[in-house]
């Protein structure tokens, strides 16, 4: 069975940091190109950050230099560093795993930024 489970959701002041994990069971983790998406109250669901199979980084231009993703294939997880957090970073953010025609996705984490 597959599971994608996200965690380090939290509430955080504008200029705060944040780190979010996924965990992952049941994939071959290392084969997988991994994003992060969230989706705000009322909009749509937006790619934020994705790692390739062999590491290569991708970041949605709102969030470079601020956020950075990383995995690690051994405990097959994924990460997402999130500093100087700004209001408008609050969604829910959601854990996904892509190989060929295969996707899964994880239930998502609160994020909030709120003074």
């Known amino acids: 069975q597959v599971q994608l489970v996200e965690s380090g959701g939290g509430s955080v002041q504008p200029g705060g940091a944040l780190r979010l994990a996924c965990a992952t069971s049941?994939?071959?983790?290392?084969?997988?190109?991994m994003n992060w998406f969230r989706q705000a109250p009322g909009k749509q669901r937006e790619l934020v950050a994705t790692i390739t199979a062999d590491g290569k980084t991708h970041y949605l231009d709102d969030v470079r230099g601020r956020f950075t993703i990383s995995r690690d294939n051994n405990e097959k997880t994924m990460s997402l560093q999130m500093n100087a957090l700004r209001p408008s970073d609050t969604a829910i953010y959601y854990c996904n795993a892509v190989l060929e025609d295969r996707q899964h996705w994880g239930q998502g984490t609160q994020v909030t930024v709120s003074s």
């Open positions: 049941g994939i071959t983790f290392r084969f997988y190109k």
